[in-house]
């Protein structure tokens, strides 16, 4: 989703070296002499941003429920040469998911819902919502499609430009959702961004509360987020991050990425955080301070099919391998140590959240690019997130 009418930023070989400069010395809460076990990863920090992948990204590590690492890397704004720090503000994409998981869990503790209810109960309106349960919808296995996925992109960059309010945005989910489902309910497995959008309304619905008003109270607060939000456009936000994206036919040069109103990602992924709050998150949910460990349970259960087996999805070139996909948390492995983690994009950045939770480590990293296309952004982006882990377990 790019508008190649906005203005870009060549990035220069002086340019490159002022990124890799500011992004260094903004190591806020990094310790003064780097271990010898960081040093791969400011390595691939700096490498990341003299490659032209990123314009800046941020990079924070807990072990224990204490940082050990957390950094800032390159530029915030390109226009003002801002350095990113771990306190910078990004919009953290599908990262949300699991927020939206999480609140949906509380009510169903509180008796308020249940997993195996019909959209149908809460939403009435939406087709074949009586076919469909919150659970394969958190799961993605609901065969509800994907808004996101309209095949004219111009169609998409006027729709995501508009103010909805919720009304608006169930006949949004409605009309720009094509096809309505794409296989039968508990069929298959589909990652689909309006299934979210669906279940944001739903607790609305239940608890006549607006969707930004509801996870500040109930999971925000008490996780301790201070600089967690539902994203709004229109608010002043101290370090916030401007978004990029790659210019056409440039493998160096950024532009402005295009403008998203936040009301339509909705509960999908409406969300601004930083890399240290993000990490609070994860220590707050697994820490037993958001849900009880029956819900944590629950949202950490593999998504099964109507036949009782795992989804199969394809993963680049090869046969189709089964996947463990919970409620907005996807599950596997990392040298033989269980691993949660979910990844987030929307126009102008790009997130991953990762927690081993048996060695009590978390990695959070955001990015001001949504460039998957960029060269090998996403390996890298995994990458740095593999070394900070190696070295957390050094």
């Not at 310790?31 to 490498?47: E, F």
Request: charged share 20%; aromatic share 8%.
């Amino acid at each position: 989703m790019r508008d190649h009418q906005s203005g870009h930023l060549a990035l220069s070989r002086r340019h490159t070296l002022g990124l890799l400069v500011g992004g260094l010395a903004t190591a806020a809460t990094a310790r003064a002499a780097t271990p010898k076990a960081w040093a791969a990863v400011d390595q691939l920090g700096a490498a990341t941003l003299a490659d032209h992948l990123e314009p800046g990204f941020s990079l924070s590590v807990m072990k224990n429920g204490a940082f050990v690492y957390s950094k800032g890397f390159g530029f915030a704004n390109l226009e003002t040469r801002t350095p990113v720090s771990p306190t910078s503000v990004f919009r953290i994409g599908s990262v949300n998911k699991q927020f939206t998981a999480a609140a949906l869990a509380l009510l169903a503790e509180e008796g308020k819902l249940s997993f195996d209810d019909a959209l149908a109960k809460y939403l009435p309106e939406f087709p074949r919502a009586a076919d469909v349960t919150l659970r394969q919808m958190l799961n993605h296995t609901s065969g509800i499609g994907n808004y996101t996925n309209r095949v004219n992109p111009q169609d998409m960059l006027r729709a995501m430009r508009a103010d909805y309010s919720s009304p608006e945005l169930l006949k949004a989910m409605i009309e720009h959702t094509s096809p309505t489902f794409v296989f039968e309910p508990g069929t298959d497995w589909a990652y689909s961004n309006t299934a979210y959008v669906l279940l944001g309304l739903v607790i609305e619905k239940i608890t006549g509360e607006a969707y930004a008003a509801h996870v500040k109270r109930r999971l925000f607060e008490p996780a301790g987020l201070t600089r967690t939000s539902v994203d709004s456009a229109a608010e002043i936000v101290p370090d916030r991050v401007s978004g990029y994206t790659s210019h056409p036919g440039s493998a160096t040069e950024f532009e402005n990425a295009a403008y998203i109103s936040m009301t339509y990602p909705g509960a999908a992924g409406a969300m601004r955080s930083t890399s240290e709050d993000l990490c609070r998150w994860h220590l707050a949910l697994f820490g037993g301070k958001i849900v009880k460990p029956t819900s944590l349970e629950e949202m950490l259960k593999p998504g099964l099919l109507k036949n009782g087996q795992l989804p199969e999805v394809s993963r680049g070139p090869g046969p189709k391998k089964p996947l463990k996909y919970g409620f907005g948390l996807g599950i596997s492995e990392l040298d033989g140590r269980k691993m949660i983690a979910h990844s987030g994009g929307i126009p102008g950045f790009a997130s991953l959240l990762t927690t081993l939770p048996d060695d009590h480590i978390t990695v959070a990293t955001i990015a001001n690019t949504d460039d998957v296309m960029r060269g090998n952004f996403m390996a890298r982006q995994q990458a740095v997130v593999d070394a900070a882990i190696r070295a957390a377990l050094a």
